[in-house]
Each structure stands twice: as C-alpha cells, then as structure tokens.
C-alpha cells in the first residue's frame, strides 16, 4: 500500500503449507488408484468422477455465491477431494442423475449446512455415499465386471464382488473353502482384478498413495495403521476360532473398501480426530465396526458406516482425550 | 371391540396412570421451593440476557431484586425506569430514579485528522493490537478501530464506519448494556446522561499527553488549554491530565464551550444551526 | 545420534547471512536514548538530571528492589534530559537523553585486552557484582541475572546450563561472540560456576555452527567441568524447558521454574557481559547486534552501545532498503515489530531483521481444517486451535483448564497453520485475560 511500516505480532515468518497444498497433494496419491480405476472399468469410471467432481464444485460455488453470500473458496481444493472420493466409492455403472443427487448431499448437506470447511461432524463423500446407498440400493449393489474399455459404462456386465459372494454363501451354507475357489486369488486383489467401487479396487495403488501421503506430511500413519491393525487382528482371531466360517485377514484388508477407507476417508482432517492417541481409538473402532457388520451384519461391507459412527465419536474424543503436556505433572506424583 | 383391543387400552391406561403417580411423588420430593415473586419479576424484565444489570441473566436479576432490601445498585438499563418501577410495586421497595444514559466514544481521530504512521497487520482485534504497540497513529489512546465493540453489542446499536475506521452509535437502538464500555481495551466509550432529542456535547478525545504531542498525533486532539474551563458558567468542565471532560449531568446545553475549543475536539450534536454572528461556526461532526 | 527436545519445533529457513562476518564496532551516534526499563521488572529510578555530565560506564539509573537492575551511560557527554521515548517495545517509556561528547570511561574500568582467568571474587561478590553492573539476561529475555543467580533456600542448583543455540533464523550474535571472544565467555561460565556453586556446565550450540562448535570444544578442554553439546537444529532449540530437557533429560515442571529441576540457564552474550563486569569492572553498556536482512547491502554484526538510535545502525548496514516492510527487534519467530526507525538499542536487542515488503505481509485468514498440525508442531503439546477459539470466545475458565499459562509463545503453531490463522494472536489474549482472572480470583 504505501510506505508505512508493517507491523504486526510475532511469529513474522510462515511455513509453506497452506489448505491448498494439502488437499492437492491428496488428489496427487489418488492419481495411481485413479489410473488403475481407467485400466479396469474404461470410460465409466472418467464419466463417474468428471460429473461427481463438476457437481461437487458447481454445488459448492452456487451456495456460496447466492444462498451464503460469501467470498467463494472453491479454488481451497476440497470440494475437488469430496468429488473425487464419492466417485472413488461409487460403481462404475452408475447413472449421472443418482451422482448428481449424491453430489448434493455430501455438499450441500454434509458439508455447507454445517457451516463450510472445517464445521463437518460427519464426512462428506461418505455421507453421500449412503445417502445414495440407501436411496438406489439397487444401482449402488451392482458392480460392474472389470474389462478395461470394454466394459461400457451403463451397459456394463455386472457380477457380485467377493464380500458379496462370500457373504451370500455363507448364508446359503456353502463351506468357505468352496466359495474362496470362485473369488479372485489375493494377487489378483492386490492388483485390483475384482468387482468393487472405482477406487477401492487396486490396493496397490492405493497404497502407493499412502506412501506419497506419509512422505509429504499431510497424514500421519496413527489412523491407516490403526484401521488394518484392528482389523487384522480380529479378523485372525475370528478366522482362526473358524476357519471355514470366517475368511483370513488378508482376504479381508483386500476386499472391500478398506484401504481406500483407512487411507483416504478416515483421514479426513475435519472429521477424524486431532489427538495421535485418539487416532488410534478411532482407527480401532472403525477397524471393529467394520469387521462386526461384515461378519454378523446384513451388508456385505460396512467401512463407510463404520467410519460415519465413529466420526460421531470424534467431538466427544477431541473433548476428553488430551495430549500429555510439556511438564504436566503425574498424578500421585 | 375384541380382547386384544380391550387389553391393549386396559394395559397402556395402567401403565400411564402408574407413571403418572411415581413422576407426580417424585416431582413432589424433589421439589425446590422458589420464591414465586421471582417469575413474575422475571416476567416484567426484557428477556435480553444481555448482562446490563451485572448479572448472568435475567432470572438471577430477577432472584437479586427480590432477595434484595432495597433497589440500591439495582437497575435494568434495558428495560429502563418503567420495568424497575414495576418491580418496586410489585416486591413493597422503593425504585432509585435513575437517568437514563446511552453510549458515547470518546474519540474523533479518523484518518482525515489523525495521520497513520505504521500500519497493522496482526489478527483484527483491539485488545490484541492494544496489547502489541501504540497503535497505527501517533496518538496512543485513541480508537484503534478493530470493532471489537460492534461484535459484542447484542442490540444492533454499533457499527463501525469504514471511511473513518470508528464505530457509530445508534441513540434508538442503544439500551446502555455497558458491553461496549467494558470491552474497549482504551476505555474510550462511556455512557452519557441522555438529553431530550438525543442532543450530546462532549469532549471527543482521551488524549493525556501534553498539548503539543497530541496535537501533533490529531488536529482534534485536546490540547488541555482549559479555554472551555474558563468560559463554562456551570462548573460542568473538569482538566486532569491534560484532557478536558464534559460532566453530562452538570452540562445546561449552554453552547458556549465548543466554539471556545480551538482545534474542535468539543463535539455538539442535533442541535439547531447557529445563528451566523461574528465568527465561523464549529461544524458538527458525525451528524 | 544428535541431541534434541522430542515434541513438537518448525524449521524454519535459517537464512544465517552474516553468520561469516566478523564483529565491527559502531561508531558512536551524536546522542543517546537510554530507556529506563530494559529488563524484566521494575523500571530503574534515574540518578542524574538534567544538565549533568556523565562519563561512559557511569550509573545513571538504579534498580528499583530486588528484580529490577542498574542502568549505565554507554556514551560520555551530557543529559539532555529525562522524558518519554517510543521505544521498540512498541510504548513509550522514560530514558535518559544524552549528548555525546568524546568517549571518556569510568577510571574503574579495567580496559586491557588480556584475558584474565583468575576469579578474585568469591560467589556472593560476584553477584552482587552481576547487580551493581547491571548484567541483565543477553538472550532476549533480560531477566536480571543476579536473581537468577540467588539460589533461594531449600532449592539447589547441580548444573549450569550456556546457551549457545541462537535458534531463530537470521541471528548470528552469538555464534560470532563465540569464535571472536570464546575464551572470555567460558571464562564467565567459570564465574559463573562459582557463582551457583557448580562443578558441571553443559554448553549447548546448535548444529548449524560446526565453527562455533569446533572452537568451544578446543577451548572448554582446557577449563575444569564444562562440556559442548552439539544439539540437532529445530527451533525451538534455544527455549530454556527444551534446552533443559534435551541436555539432561529433565522436564521443567508446569507452572516451575528450572531451579527446581537443579538446573540455571545463561545465554552465552550473559556469560561474555559477566565477564567483563567481574575481571574487568565494566559495566553492561554495549552488546553485539545483528542486523540483518535480504535487501540491505551490508548487512553484518555490530558492537552497539544501548541507547543508540536504530536508524544508525541500519545506517551502517547500507542504508534503509526501499522495499522495507517490517523491522524487527529479534528473530522472526519471536521478535517484536517496530513501529519507528528510531528506537533506541537496548540490552535485550540480539538482532535487527528487515523484511522486504511482499514478505512481511500476511496470509488470508481461512477455516480452521482441524488438520491438527499445529497440535504436533507445539514444543509443550498444547492445542492451538482450542486455545484459540476459547480465546475468542472469552472462555478464560476452560482455557485455564486447557494450560494456556503454560504456552511459551514460541509461535511454532501460526508458523504452521496451513490457514494461516492468527493462533498464537489470540493465544496471547487469552493468557493475559486468563492471568488477570486469576489474580482477581486469588485477591477474594
């Protein structure tokens, strides 16, 4: 402005982090996991994440602008992050309108009612993908088959997804052993080779992503870690306590949304808990939860839901879990 | 009508006439006795919960007027000398008369008097930037225009005027709360004795340093000269510290100190234009 | 493995330009501005008046009871005259103005060069000595130092602790005291040894000065009881708890001071000024100050006497750069901006950084993302974002609950905030609205 001197309080340096970097770093790790998505679903997956990105924006920048009234912060990249991970949650198949809709709710609902960035109890992308879930059950349980390009995008051959079919076998009291024969082997899953959401397939890639994230800071291990921990672990008890009832604990980390939920979706800054000692509760109950509705619940993957309750945990983790202070003197002490 | 039915409504009318019996002990035994003059009290009071009166809310003014003896210290600013009358009447006290007053700053230094010398850039608080320098000016008492004031009015009555950087008081939407006032980090607003047609004269300006300096930081500072002090006929001018103050309660409108004030630091407002004499009159400023 | 505090610090770029610049000595201005307020506590009273002539090294103000210190004339000359100054705290304060004439010291001075080892004074001696020569903490914080030196009854001092870790970016005085006058300080340590009755002093230099290291080392060899720590760079090395705990492993208790874990700190410009003051009965009246900055010409460190106007030394530097934004009196993690190029030098002054416009601006204001990166920056694992939000609110009983009190101001946390929010603003207006609040509490 003009030649007066600045003067404010200290600290008079900053880092170079800002919100933006942080969530386009977050688009970066799902780069692989979206490529991988192309090479096994073909156009349906462009189509699916181009229309959730475009709504999610759209519907963010029109309350802003006219409902709100406030200065538009689209450019800050999470509505671009919500997009992309309610598209990474959805089947291939699915109809533009039902995104639409979708796309409405994890902004609209989920996010802006709240207040905007940083107000949210509940994340968005999941919210969306619930609300979807359970609105169009029918178009939200039938995963397309991968065929790279071939595979169309409305038109495509649909088949179950191996939480599906183990979950229907057991009920119609096929042995596990038999039913493991017809799901893809774990190298099979690892590189993505199954029915599933667009981003949830390829754990190979969503890893990669995780390694990007630790390395650039924007997550910390506590959550991931803790997520496929608990769940290794009671799954391999409930497997070895019945083994031909209960799939192994590989099987079980690599089916299903797992890894796109403990990487990507528990990690949610706003929604997850801010305490490292928190995290891990957190990412244990969402790893409990999840095991609980796959095995002796009525859906076949129960990631999202079990994220969603404990993100209704959180305030209250944040409130009365606190970090141990410089100097705090131990009780009794 | 069959037996399910029957044995539906007998059961459920069963279940709701015990219910109705162990809540109504309960609530028996659990019973706190309230003084039941402090509802209707709190009945006359505005509701506002603004915390003018002292206390949390309006039900603990309420339970204080009427534990109290008398009404001394006692007075609801929103709800003014008509709700405290009420209150006497009710509860057999007497209601002290109170004048009614309303919220002043105590400060002209826009930027058009008042030349910047640094600018700050810190989070957008008065009391943070008060705790850091001086402030954007030389003068170190005047308003830092930060709004603090205007977020903790509750009744609408602050705004801060982008084009001189200091709030503006509503005199109809002012109920003299005192949240402004305790607020201030400078301590720049006071609650002046209301005049009819909201008329006001006042010395706009806290400035304690010595003449020269203040009026080097403000053209409108006050100097101290004590020029008002000599003309007032009313014993309403006070010099301490180099700053002149008004007394509301002693002031007869008389006039004469603001065209006294040779750099107009003495603010007169809603009166009728002067009549043209021999001098150029002192605009009114902030009309 | 190098040594370091395990929560929480930033690294901020250390930008050390004039860490390869030998100390000059300034040129001593026409007048001085000596404020009488330039260490923690009670301002001192002033013992001359007007029109009276002073020689350098002279008393021209006493401390006012036992935390307060003396102040001396860094100039000979006259008093112009005894009035209020804005002064880099950013208030405006008594000083003493005086006109310069010659430079003609106290006879008492001792003004040889040679290195005196010898410690004549026993331990009371030299605190009194501390407090007659008005030694006040060189680190920044000025906290007189003969009270630090006072060890109360029932509490005992087992180590002494140099700090040499000059932490903030652009800061260099100490790492030059250092190389140029490393022997008087470890000798000051010494005295200061003797001082607290000590037989250990551990010397801790961040990583970033090899040549500091490697020079102190030499020299600490050839002196009884002291030890040079290498620590690793991460701000904030230099705070006196992290200092403490990553030197010893001790954790100064909340609320505690670091006696009660046995341990005193000292920067090593301290150590150097008790020197002098003790073997050479000098005074505190000039300090190395660094000024600095990426737009002056000549940047550099000087041998400044208190009380003279900034501008001369930005003078020296090169001259005031037109793109300057910001001047501030420190380090840019803690310093304090001023407002005005003629703030006098005072004793706690370690640096002058000047900051060119288009970075001594700050960022917009964003939402809080809950991202939590202010909480694992914070060296006393506090919550940033709560604190702030408790303070804008006015919840001062919870904040109270939260530890606001124990917050350092270190501004780790604003440093991070990929937001950009004013965390550590907000923070100081708690904790001076929570401190009030419990004084009042503590009056009924």
């Not at chain 3, 000065?209 to 490697?214: F, L, M, N, T, V």
């Not at chain 3, 002196?223 to 701000?235: N, Q, W």
């Not at chain 3, 909340?254 to 003051?277: C, I, K």
């Given at each position: 402005m003009s030649n007066l001197l600045n003067v404010s309080p200290s600290p008079h340096s900053h880092g170079k982090e800002s919100t933006q970097k942080l969530m386009l770093n977050v688009v970066v790790a799902l780069i692989p996991a979206f490529i991988t998505s192309v090479f096994y679903f073909g156009i349906g997956a462009i189509i699916v994440t181009a229309t959730s990105v475009v709504s999610c924006l759209l519907f963010e920048y029109l309350i802003q602008r006219f409902i709100l009234k406030k200065p538009i912060s689209i450019t800050d990249g999470s509505a671009l992050v919500t997009g992309i991970l309610l598209a990474f949650n959805l089947p291939s198949n699915i109809p533009v309108f039902i995104i639409v809709i979708g796309s409405f709710v994890a902004i609209a609902v989920a996010k802006m009612t709240f207040g905007g960035l940083g107000n949210n109890p509940f994340n968005p992308a999941l919210v969306g993908r619930v609300f979807m879930l359970i609105s169009f059950p029918v178009q939200m349980t039938s995963w397309p088959v991968p065929k790279g390009f071939a595979t169309g995008y409305t038109d495509a051959v649909t088949g179950a997804t191996p939480l599906a079919l183990i979950k229907e076998g057991l009920k119609n009291g096929e042995p596990l052993s038999q039913l493991m024969d017809k799901i893809p082997t774990p190298a099979q899953m690892f590189l993505g080779n199954m029915g599933g959401s667009i981003g949830e397939v390829a754990a190979v890639a969503l890893l990669i992503g995780f390694v990007y994230l630790l390395f650039r800071k924007v997550i910390t291990w506590h959550i991931p870690v803790s997520v496929m921990g608990s769940m290794a672990i009671f799954t391999t008890i409930l497997w070895l306590v019945n083994p031909e009832k209960n799939a192994n604990p590989m099987f079980h980390i690599l089916a299903g949304g797992v890894l796109l939920g403990a990487i990507f979706m528990a990690t949610d800054y706003v929604t997850s808990p801010m305490v490292p000692k928190a995290m891990l509760i957190y990412g244990c109950g969402i790893g409990i939860i999840t095991v609980i509705i796959r095995v002796y619940g009525a859906y076949p993957e129960g990631v999202s839901f079990a994220i969603l309750i404990m993100n209704a945990f959180v305030p209250l983790m944040n409130a009365y879990i606190k970090p141990r202070r410089f100097g705090e003197e131990v009780k009794n002490g | 009508m069959s037996s399910t039915v029957l044995i539906t409504i007998f059961s459920l009318s069963l279940l709701a006439l015990v219910s109705a019996v162990i809540l109504y002990f309960i609530a028996q035994k659990f019973k706190i006795y309230e003084d039941p003059r402090i509802d209707e009290v709190q009945a006359l009071l505005p509701a506002a919960n603004c915390g003018g009166c002292g206390f949390a809310g309006c039900r603990n003014m309420a339970e204080a007027l009427v534990k109290a003896d008398n009404f001394e210290g006692l007075t609801c600013p929103v709800g003014g000398a008509s709700v405290m009358a009420e209150a006497a009447r009710i509860l057999g006290k007497v209601a002290p008369v109170i004048d009614p007053t309303v919220a002043v700053l105590l400060c002209n230094g826009s930027p058009e008097f008042r030349p910047r010398t640094s600018q700050y850039d810190g989070a957008s608080d008065c009391r943070i930037s008060h705790s850091l320098y001086l402030g954007e000016t030389d003068c170190s008492y005047g308003c830092m225009g930060r709004g603090d004031c205007e977020r903790a009015c509750a009744f609408d009555a602050l705004h801060m005027d982008p084009a001189t950087g200091l709030p503006v008081i509503s005199d109809d939407k002012c109920v003299s709360c005192g949240a402004c006032v305790k607020v201030c980090p400078r301590h720049l607003i006071e609650l002046r004795k209301k005049a009819k047609k909201d008329r006001k004269i006042y010395v706009a300006c806290s400035n304690c340093d010595k003449g020269g300096p203040a009026r080097k930081a403000c053209n409108v500072a006050c100097i101290g000269c004590s020029k008002c002090y000599k003309v007032c006929e009313f014993d309403a001018i006070t010099i301490k510290d180099n700053l002149a103050y008004i007394d509301a309660k002693k002031c007869t409108f008389c006039r004469k100190c603001p065209t006294e004030c040779p750099t107009n630091a003495i603010i007169e407002l809603n009166f009728p234009p002067r009549k043209p004499k021999l001098e150029v009159q002192a605009e009114t400023v902030n009309g | 493995m190098l040594k370091t505090f395990p929560k929480g610090g930033v690294h901020p770029p250390e930008n050390k330009i004039t860490a390869d610049i030998p100390i000059e000595y300034l040129p001593l201005p026409e007048s001085v501005t000596i404020p009488l307020s330039q260490h923690i506590g009670t301002p001192s009273i002033p013992a001359v008046n007007k029109g009276d002539s002073v020689k350098t090294g002279q008393v021209i103000a006493t401390g006012k009871g036992f935390v307060s210190a003396n102040i001396h004339s860094s100039v000979s000359g006259k008093v112009n005259r005894i009035d209020v100054v804005l002064d880099s705290t950013g208030y405006k304060q008594m000083a003493v103005f005086i006109n310069v004439e010659g430079d003609e010291w106290i006879s008492t001075i001792d003004r040889s060069k040679v290195i005196n080892r010898d410690i004549k004074l026993s331990s009371e001696e030299i605190i009194k000595r501390c407090f007659e020569s008005g030694i006040v903490g060189l680190g920044g914080a000025t906290f007189p130092s003969h009270v630090k030196l006072?060890?109360?009854?029932?509490?005992?001092?087992?180590?002494?602790?140099?700090?040499?870790?000059?932490?903030?970016?652009?800061?260099?005085?100490?790492?030059?005291?250092?190389?140029?006058?490393?022997?008087?300080?470890?000798?000051?340590?010494?005295?200061?040894?003797?001082?607290?009755?000590?037989?250990?002093?551990?010397?801790?230099?961040?990583?970033?000065?090899?040549?500091?290291?490697?020079?102190?080392?030499?020299?600490?060899?050839?002196?009884?009881?002291?030890?040079?720590?290498?620590?690793?760079?991460?701000?904030?090395?230099?705070?006196?708890?992290?200092?403490?705990?990553?030197?010893?492993?001790?954790?100064?208790?909340?609320?505690?001071?670091?006696?009660?874990?046995?341990?005193?700190?000292?920067?090593?410009?301290?150590?150097?000024?008790?020197?002098?003051?003790?073997?050479?009965?000098?005074?505190?009246?000039?300090?190395?100050?660094?000024?600095?900055?990426?737009?002056?010409?000549?940047?550099?460190?000087?041998?400044?006497?208190?009380?003279?106007?900034?501008?001369?030394?930005?003078?020296?530097?090169?001259?005031?750069?037109?793109?300057?934004?910001?001047?501030?009196?420190?380090?840019?993690?803690?310093?304090?901006?001023?407002?005005?190029?003629?703030?006098?030098?005072?004793?706690?002054?370690?640096?002058?950084?000047?900051?060119?416009?288009?970075?001594?601006?700050?960022?917009?204001?964003?939402?809080?993302?809950?991202?939590?990166?202010?909480?694992?920056?914070?060296?006393?694992?506090?919550?940033?974002?709560?604190?702030?939000?408790?303070?804008?609110?006015?919840?001062?009983?919870?904040?109270?609950?939260?530890?606001?009190?124990?917050?350092?101001?270190?501004?780790?946390?604003?440093?991070?905030?990929?937001?950009?929010?004013?965390?550590?603003?907000?923070?100081?207006?708690?904790?001076?609205?929570?401190?009030?609040?419990?004084?009042?509490?503590?009056?009924?």
């Open positions: - | - | 006072t060890v109360p009854s029932g509490k005992k001092c087992e180590i002494l602790i140099i700090n040499g870790v000059e932490c903030e970016p652009y800061l260099t005085s100490d790492h030059r005291l250092m190389l140029e006058k490393g022997e008087e300080i470890l000798t000051g340590v010494s005295i200061l040894m003797k001082a607290l009755k000590v037989e250990k002093a551990l010397i801790g230099i961040e990583n970033n000065k090899p040549d500091a290291i490697a020079h102190m080392t030499k020299l600490a060899s050839t002196f009884k009881g002291m030890t040079v720590y290498p620590l690793k760079v991460k701000y904030p090395q230099g705070a006196e708890k992290q200092l403490i705990k990553a030197l010893t492993g001790r954790e100064v208790p909340s609320g505690h001071l670091p006696l009660d874990v046995g341990a005193v700190v000292h920067n090593v410009g301290t150590a150097f000024a008790v020197y002098e003051a003790v073997q050479k009965n000098k005074p505190l009246f000039e300090r190395v100050v660094t000024i600095t900055g990426k737009s002056l010409s000549k940047p550099g460190n000087y041998m400044v006497r208190t009380g003279t106007p900034l501008s001369r030394l930005i003078e020296a530097a090169g001259g005031l750069p037109d793109d300057t934004g910001k001047i501030i009196n420190g380090g840019p993690m803690m310093g304090k901006a001023v407002a005005n190029i003629d703030v006098p030098v005072v004793k706690g002054m370690s640096g002058v950084v000047l900051v060119p416009r288009e970075e001594s601006v700050r960022n917009e204001i964003k939402p809080c993302i809950r991202c939590a990166k202010c909480i694992s920056v914070c060296p006393v694992n506090l919550e940033p974002y709560l604190l702030m939000t408790l303070s804008e609110k006015g919840l001062f009983e919870r904040a109270e609950k939260e530890r606001i009190t124990d917050c350092m101001e270190c501004g780790c946390c604003s440093f991070t905030c990929p937001a950009s929010r004013p965390l550590l603003d907000y923070i100081r207006l708690g904790k001076s609205s929570v401190i009030k609040m419990v004084r009042e509490r503590n009056l009924k």
